[in-house]
């Protein structure tokens, strides 16, 4: 069993910065994918970065890319979201994820076992 907590969300200015932050404990170890999925309301989940715990395999969603870089610090069991340039439709209930299995990060829809509570993302216009 994994348990993931994320922290960071909160109200941003489109054009801002925030930076979400997921703790992981419990059984993890080389093999793991970590990751963020996020869900607007009235919208399907949406697929929005993943990284294997050892940070060489790396994937983002269309919608992010070069705007928003996901790193890990295996030391601390974290997994960092850095979302920079947002915009309004990046407003969503961001989840922390995480599998088993290294090849999810570069297959996500194959979807993931353990998953956050999420934490709110505002941006406004």
């Known amino acids: 069993q994994v348990q993931l907590v994320e922290s960071g969300g909160g109200l941003v200015q489109a054009g801002g910065s925030l930076n979400l932050s997921c703790a992981a404990s419990?059984?993890?170890?080389?093999?793991?994918?970590m990751g963020w999925f996020r869900q607007a309301p009235g919208k399907e989940r949406e697929f929005v970065a993943a990284?294997?715990?050892?940070?060489?395999?790396?994937s983002y969603g269309d919608s992010v890319k070069a705007r928003f870089t996901i790193s890990i610090e295996n030391a601390k069991n974290t997994v960092n979201l850095q979302m920079n340039s947002l915009k309004p439709e990046d407003t969503a209930v961001y989840f922390c994820?995480?599998?088993?299995?290294?090849?999810?990060?570069?297959?996500?829809?194959?979807?993931?076992?353990?998953w956050g509570q999420g934490t709110q993302v505002t941006v406004s216009s």
């Open positions: 994820v995480a599998d088993s299995r290294t090849y999810k990060v570069s297959n996500p829809q194959l979807g993931f076992d353990y």
């Open positions: 990284i294997s715990w050892s940070g060489g395999r790396i």
């Open positions: 419990g059984r993890t170890d080389n093999n793991y994918a």
